[in-house]
């Protein structure tokens, strides 16, 4: 038996090259089922073999197997040729199967492992839009004009920042069924409590401010918004409360010094308030606001 097992195994790892290159056939064909049939015994023997675990993941994504794709694509070493590819394939079956909090923890990572990779760049932008996150979209953006803007990649998305023709209906109806499908993300709760406060449904957008900030409660950004969102509402107290969290005191963000401005201004200290609002125009000089 011994024997055996040891002349497979070396016919598959013998044969290992001429596998693969039979499985990117069928992939390029689109027989997916084929090419992850091809891989079998290469990967029951070779589990980690990084080319073979590529193109089962894809040949899952593009049967819209997202979970298993997820798996797959967790499994290639960081140390392989295939991690940067593999790590992309693994924010965009993220994407696919509504993980956004999860895509965008990867995408981050990716950037800043493979800082040009412009498709992955993109689709981190694409994904902030979707969350209504637009001030990250636009400083990923940014990093194409460090290349003076050589890429062209870029500018459907810059126009899509300008004329996005969604509408609140549109985008609630969307973050709903991600929530739905994966409740508990912190940043599709946010996007919600934002779509919310924008459609006048003040409820419904402080119950998902309240459940962003019971799944991160130092989550300087969120405490932020919710500040906000409350202080437009009038509730000075709870706005207040929020920026008094121990994340917010070191964080560098002209939106916290603009609501330190305005409540100060609420509770008749204009000079302090003045003095808050110079601090948000050195950080951010052109805001309109």
């Not at 895509?103 to 689709?123: D, I, K, M, N």
Request: with cysteine.
């Amino acid at each position: 038996v011994s024997i055996g097992y040891l002349a497979i195994r070396w016919s598959v790892r013998s044969n290992m090259t001429s596998t693969i290159r039979e499985a990117e056939r069928c992939l390029r064909q689109r027989d997916n089922a084929r090419a992850r049939e091809t891989l079998k015994w290469l990967l029951w023997f070779e589990p980690t073999q990084h080319r073979a675990l590529l193109i089962q993941g894809i040949s899952l994504n593009a049967d819209r197997r997202f979970l298993e794709a997820i798996q797959t694509f967790e499994l290639i070493p960081e140390n392989s040729d295939s991690f940067a590819e593999g790590e992309f394939a693994l924010a965009s079956s993220l994407i696919h199967d509504e993980q956004l909090d999860r895509a965008e923890s990867v995408l981050r990572r990716h950037l800043q492992r493979f800082p040009g990779a412009s498709a992955a760049r993109e689709e981190f932008v694409r994904l902030n839009i979707r969350l209504l996150r637009t001030r990250e979209a636009i400083a990923a953006l940014m990093e194409y004009g460090k290349n003076g803007w050589k890429d062209f990649g870029a500018l459907p998305l810059l126009l899509e920042l300008q004329v996005k023709t969604m509408t609140p209906h549109e985008i609630v109806h969307s973050l709903e069924g991600t929530d739905r499908k994966h409740p508990g993300q912190v940043l599709v709760s946010v996007a919600l409590a934002r779509v919310y406060s924008l459609l006048g449904q003040t409820d419904q957008a402080q119950a998902a401010f309240e459940i962003a900030l019971q799944l991160k409660p130092d989550d300087a950004v969120t405490r932020v918004l919710a500040a906000e969102f409350f202080l437009n509402l009038g509730n000075v107290d709870s706005a207040q409360r929020l920026l008094e969290a121990e994340s917010i005191q070191q964080m560098q963000d002209d939106r916290l010094w603009f609501l330190r401005c305005r409540l100060a201004e609420h509770s008749g200290q204009v000079s302090e308030a003045l003095g808050f609002l110079q601090d948000a125009l050195r950080l951010r000089p052109n805001d309109e606001s």
